[in-house]
């Protein structure tokens, strides 16, 4: 039996929801397509480093707020 573990990798939906603003908007805003942006927000794929600083600018956040860190704290 595979077990399919999704790693958080990414904070978009946790910083969407903190601001208010919808999948939807956002992807117009990037000129991708809702379920691509919903794949993001879902952790099931990651977007591109020049993606995540798009993201980070639209968003008008730091890009470090939209990781998860790899360190244990």
Request: aromatic residues 4%; proline residues 1%.
């Amino acid at each position: 039996m595979t077990t399919n573990i999704i790693l958080d990798m990414n904070r978009i939906k946790e910083v969407l929801d903190r601001k208010g603003i919808k999948q939807t908007w956002l992807a117009e805003q990037l000129g991708k397509s809702y379920n691509m942006v919903n794949s993001y927000a879902q952790n099931r794929q990651q977007p591109r480093l020049e993606v995540l600083h798009d993201i980070a600018k639209i968003l008008d956040v730091d890009v470090v707020e939209l990781i998860v860190s790899s360190k244990k704290k």
